[in-house]
């Protein structure tokens, strides 16, 4: 088809917008490998060194276990609920159908900060002060929208007639459940739990207000680490980071591909 | 109970936690810091209950305040047009490629996986005295000194820009997408130019999606406080920073409570706008 001279422009400009999204981050990458003392151009060689000085950096480490820990409570929490919810708004009819769905993804539309400050003064008046606790009801709270608008989308593509024929069988209700639908449903859970993992181990807004002193997730820990200056290390770490959140969930993509193509879907 | 009586409720239970938890972790904290806000912190530390309009006042008639706030809505602003104009052109090839759209999507795709402060701080390493830019421009000779070009107005903007632009062309494409191709063809047989069918076919129609993406990146950018912190200067402070130092550093937690209400009821006003016009489905369209 000849699309002419316009298509070729924006084709273009298409090619300079990626560019502009991507430069940066392999930018950091490419640092990361840098062999010099200074996190900067000109590059003197290749090297690993700031990754090994990553593995020995308590601070880093301990920053790394506890995003670990808070993403994958998070995930497991915000997944249940989230599901849970999804299957009601995509199996039932139930009256109040838009505002229910509002009311569910209120989360995203209130500003972060709002959020965090809100949650922060009102459990603080609970007696509950920053704590891990906090953190963890925080990043529940705004990733759970997420999850459910992920969810949704998948749950939408499966068939209710399985569950049905396996009830007419004779299997109860809960049987049904664990042995039609839940794995019927896993691929959205696994898209759903992913998304809320890699949106907990990304939150730096929120983590600021709510987390205790002396308690950092890895993006708090590059935050504070940039106050002094960029160094190699940050770099390595960001490219450590960008391994693990861009990783998971191409990984999570394909093992959801192989599962639905598995079950003949 | 009945078997129908039963089937009714089934749905409430499935969505009680959920419900429960917004409630009370989001609903409830709002109308608390609304009545918080009303309270005084006293120089001592300790709060006031009561209903005073200080914190009101204050937050609403400091110069102070009304500057950064106006300053926050322009930075807003810039930032959503820059992606809009930018990211539509990209929107609408992906949205009309034949062979590479997949591909085109999954990339998309990724930025939304790298993290938000790497991405922020990836341009440190690009504009920075010893970053990518200055020692290109020192090693082509065009330059003596390396140039002092990050920490202002334009680098928190282009902060932004950088961390929102996939969220404005994924909406759009969404759009675009959607569109009847037919529409066109029939624009261009009756005899319209490739022009005239965008300009009164295509570019109306994928509007909702536009405007989507513009909400996003609007209200996205104004609650923003780290962008700043990392890429800009010491003046260059947006409305949530304010929030930040009333809370964390000041602990004038009632004061903090009424500068963050404002900053809900600026951006809420927007979201009922949009959702008064063209309703909240169009924006998990984007999301989903």
Known sequence: MNRGMGWSLIRFWTFLVYIFMFLPVAVVVLLSFNASEFGAFPMSGLSFRWFVELARNEAILRAFQTSMILGALTALISTTIGVLASLALIRYKVPGQNLISTILIAPILVPEVVLAVALLLFLNALSINKSFALLLAGHVIFTLPFVILVVQARLVSIRRDVEEAAMSLGASPIQTFFSITLPLLLPAVLAGGLFAFTISFDDITGTLFWKPGGVETVPTQIFAMLRNSISPEINALGTVMIALTVGLPLLGLAIARRMSANSGG | ?288
């Open chain 2, 1 to 288: 109970m009945g078997v129908e009586a039963r089937e009714a409720r089934q749905p409430w239970i499935l969505l009680s936690p959920a419900l429960v938890a917004i409630t009370l972790l989001l609903f409830v904290p709002l109308g608390f810091i609304l009545v918080y806000s009303f309270w005084l912190r006293t120089a001592t530390g300790a709060d006031v209950a009561g209903f005073h309009l200080d914190n009101w006042a204050e937050a609403l008639t400091d110069r102070f305040y009304r500057d950064i706030l106006l300053n926050t809505l322009k930075i807003a602003a810039i930032t959503t047009v820059v992606c809009a104009v930018a990211g539509y052109p990209a929107a609408y090839f992906i949205a009309r490629s034949n062979r590479n759209k997949g591909f085109l999507l999954l990339l998309l795709m990724l930025p939304f996986w790298v993290s938000y402060i790497i991405r922020t701080m990836s341009w440190i390493n690009i504009l920075g005295v010893s970053g990518a830019l200055n020692s290109l421009l020192l090693w082509m000779g065009l330059i003596d000194e390396p140039l002092a070009m990050l920490y202002n107005e334009a680098t928190v903007i282009l902060g932004l820009v950088h961390f929102l632009m996939p969220f404005m062309i994924l909406n759009v494409f969404v759009s675009v997408d959607g569109i009847d191709q037919n529409l066109e063809s029939a624009a261009n047989s009756l005899g319209a130019t490739r022009v005239q069918t965008f300009i009164s076919v295509t570019l109306p129609l994928s509007l909702p999606g536009l405007a989507a993406g513009g909400l996003l990146c609007f209200v996205l950018a104004a609650g923003t406080y780290i962008t700043p912190l990392v890429l800009g200067g010491p003046r260059d402070a947006m409305f949530a920073n304010l929030v930040f130092e009333a809370i964390i550093t000041q602990l004038n937690w009632p004061l903090g409570s009424a500068l963050s209400l404002m900053l809900l009821a600026v951006l809420g006003a927007l979201v009922l706008v949009y959702n008064h016009f063209l309703g909240m489905a169009q924006l998990m369209k984007g999301m989903g």
